[in-house]
T-cell receptor, first 115, second 113 residues
Framework: NAGVMQNPRHLVRRRGQEARLRCSPMKGHSHVYWYRQLPEEGLKFMVYLQKENIIDESGMPKERFSAEFPKEGPSILRIQQVVRGDSAAYFC?????????????FGQGTRLTVV | SQQGEEDPQALSIQEGENATMNCSYKTSINNLQWYRQNSGRGLVHLILIRSNEREKHSGRLRVTLDTSKKSSSLLITASRAADTASYFCATDDMNTGFQKLVFGTGTRLLVSP
């Protein structure tokens, strides 16, 4: 059973370009979470999705950022018109359920560098 | 500010010594989790302790939880060079549920051979 798969592992974008980050949850998991980690900091929650639904996006910037988790395929975090401040590691996690005391499994992350 | 604050921010020890990291949080929780992150890598789940538990063991790891003080500690016994990593605590928020884990800023542990 493969773990949470994120790709690409590293992504370099010029200012103004779009970044698309993909996350395939663990098999059987329908709950996906995106977190962002700035250098030397802990992870910060961005968005929680179930299949085809955004459940909680309270941690996501209002502009330029969007996320989806379609019925088929991976979850996508899209950042439009990237700026240098978007440079960070973006982690995806998945869980089997969303009940309390359920473990979340994290992917290896995508490290975005905006030049 | 961060829900979880780890202390110390950095810890340097010799192989064989024990390492203790502390975490404080602010809101009521259902559980607290500890994760390890090797440099430039993803997070590895170490242990989850529920709010009604006071202590939990897993191999060389011992976690305590004091909900009255809103604090937790992670003890790594007989440390090894391979334990070198950053360690984060993460809490859910009883009011918002599991899906919104709040991470501390982490403790960077260096274990020298």
């Amino acid at each position: 059973n493969a773990g949470v798969m994120q790709n690409p592992r590293h992504l370099v974008r010029r200012r103004g370009q779009e970044a698309r980050l993909r996350c395939s949850p663990m098999k059987g998991h329908s709950h996906v979470y995106w977190y962002r980690q700035l250098p030397e900091e802990g992870l910060k929650f961005m968005v929680y999705l179930q299949k085809e639904n955004i459940i909680d996006e309270s941690g996501m910037p209002k502009e330029r950022f969007s996320a989806e988790f379609p019925k088929e395929g991976p979850s996508i975090l899209r950042i439009q018109q990237v700026v240098r401040g978007d440079s960070a590691a973006y982690f995806c996690a998945s869980s089997l359920t969303n009940t309390v005391n359920t473990e979340a499994f994290f992917g290896q992350g995508t490290r975005l560098t905006v030049v | 500010s961060q829900q979880g604050e780890e202390d110390p921010q950095a810890l340097s020890i010799q192989e064989g010594e024990n390492a203790t990291m502390n975490c404080s949080y602010k809101t009521s929780i259902n559980n607290l989790q500890w994760y390890r992150q090797n440099s430039g890598r993803g997070l590895v789940h170490l242990i989850l302790i529920r709010s009604n538990e006071r202590e939990k063991h897993s191999g060389r790891l011992r976690v305590t939880l004091d909900t009255s003080k809103k604090s937790s500690s992670l003890l790594i016994t007989a440390s090894r060079a391979a334990d070198t990593a950053s360690y984060f605590c993460a809490t859910d928020d009883m009011n918002t549920g599991f899906q919104k884990l709040v991470f501390g800023t982490g403790t960077r542990l260096l274990v020298s051979p």
